[in-house]
Every structure is written in structure tokens, then in C-alpha cells.
T-cell receptor
Framework: GAVVSQHPSWVICKSGTSVKIECRSL??????MFWYRQFPKQSLMLMAT?????????EQGVEKDKFLINHASLTLSTLTVTSAHPEDSSFYIC??????????FGQGTRLTVV | QKEVEQNSGPLSVPEGAIASLNCTYS??????FFWYRQYSGKSPELIMF????GDKEDGRFTAQLNKASQYVSLLIRDSQPSDSATYLC?????????????FGAGTRLAVHP
């Protein structure tokens, strides 16, 4: 299957700083990528749909100015958590779908804000 | 009402038994249905997808879909301790590559020796 690489796999940052997470599709082009957040013992919650060359589509309740998404190429989408706070600590996962229906997930990024 | 509902579990089964995981969804127009397995601290990995009513088998796994009842299930035969994980049901409103998946909360499965 296709490969989606996410980096970093974990990050610890100080409150008030910004963190950038990268999501790359390694062997296919992804015009659309998805960013999810998962708190402990909870399901994946879709945050936004990242569209190559255009603005991301955010789900209700997700602050677009806090979670900046850039999808500058067909193989790369980035999520920047700005002015991070402890409540932003979570597991962030990206996914991409190729021509078919299967969604391929990145490895996830464990963000801890201290 | 949540869009995709699953019993959170834990569902505990002995090794070698059949584990039955259930999922209901609210959008009657949903087209594609997926089962993912997620180990603690890891990303989900796809087990199976199903589009049509009926059963679909792949090795020890069987997915069952009943669109009239808005119900999809996953059966795991000959359960192994390594099957212990959280199983996520996901639904896509339309077929095709560019649609978001809506996930259920997941069912935690524990297979004991």
C-alpha cells in the first residue's frame, strides 16, 4: 500500500511556542490530506481537510488561526499548532487517500506542551 | 446522535474464540465502510473495507454490512492475543478518494490466553 510519512513522531514544547508537523505522501500524489487529533481513550476527531493549492476546510469548533494548515505541494501538508497550550497536548495524525478509497495514515505525532 | 457509534468495550474473549465487533451509523447515504485496528500509541491500520450489503471475508476477518439497518460488523475468527487492540469503524459519505472518514469511538478488544 501507499506510504504516508509524518514527522516528528513526538515533540515536547513550551507553552506559548509553535510546533510544525509535516505529513508527506511518499509514493503517490495526494491532492487531499486529512488532519486528525486523538485524545487518550478517544476516537480520531477530524480537524481539517487539507487541499493542495487552496485553503483548508476546517471542522466545526476547530480554530483555523490556531491550527495553520499549508498544502503547498501534492506530497506535503503541514500543520502548525500556534501558541500551543497544555490542552493542545494530543496525538495528531494525518492521512491521505490515493485514487482508491483506502486512507493511509502517517505514524502520528505525540505533542506534549509543558 | 453520534454519526458513527460503537460499544467502547472492553470486549474480552478467550484465545481461539470468535470476536464480534459492531458499529452503527446515522447517515443513510453512506457508501463506504472501513474497519481499522489501532494499537496503543500507534496510528490506525486498515483491516478491511466493504461497500456492498452482505459479507466480505479476508483470512480470519469477515466484515458484514446491512445498509437497511445502517449496521456494519467485524468478525474475527480464531482470535489471538495479538488481536488485542482498539478497533475503529469508519464511514465515508461517498465513494471516491477525496472524502473524509468519520470514525467511531472504537471498541477495545482483549483476547486472553
Amino acid at each position: 500500500g501507499a506510504v504516508v510519512s509524518q514527522h516528528p513522531s513526538w515533540v515536547i514544547c513550551k507553552s506559548g511556542t509553535s510546533v510544525k508537523i509535516e505529513c508527506r505522501s511518499l509514493d503517490f500524489q495526494a491532492t487531499t490530506m486529512f488532519w486528525y487529533r486523538q485524545f487518550p481513550k478517544q476516537s480520531l476527531m477530524l480537524m481539517a481537510t487539507s487541499n493542495e493549492g487552496s485553503k483548508a476546510t476546517y471542522e466545526q469548533g476547530v480554530e483555523k488561526d490556531k491550527f495553520l494548515i499549508n498544502h503547498a505541494s501534492l506530497t506535503l501538508s503541514t500543520l502548525t499548532v500556534t501558541s500551543a497550550h497544555p490542552e493542545d497536548s494530543s496525538f495528531y495524525i494525518c492521512s491521505a487517500r490515493d485514487q482508491g478509497d483506502e486512507a493511509f495514515f502517517g505514524q502520528g505525532t505525540r505533542l506534549t506542551v509543558v | 446522535q453520534k454519526e458513527v457509534e460503537q460499544n467502547s468495550g472492553p470486549l474480552s474473549v478467550p484465545e481461539g474464540a470468535i470476536a464480534s465487533l459492531n458499529c452503527t451509523y446515522s447517515d443513510r447515504g453512506s457508501q463506504s465502510f472501513f474497519w481499522y485496528r489501532q494499537y496503543s500509541g500507534k496510528s490506525p491500520e486498515l483491516i478491511m473495507f466493504i461497500y456492498s450489503n452482505g459479507d466480505k471475508e479476508d483470512g480470519r476477518f469477515t466484515a458484514q454490512l446491512n445498509k437497511a439497518s445502517q449496521y456494519v460488523s467485524l468478525l474475527i475468527r480464531d482470535s489471538q492475543p495479538s488481536d488485542s487492540a482498539t478497533y475503529l469503524c469508519a464511514v465515508a459519505p461517498f465513494s471516491g478518494g477525496y472524502n473524509k472518514l468519520i470514525f467511531g469511538a472504537g471498541t477495545r478488544l482483549a483476547v486472553h490466553p
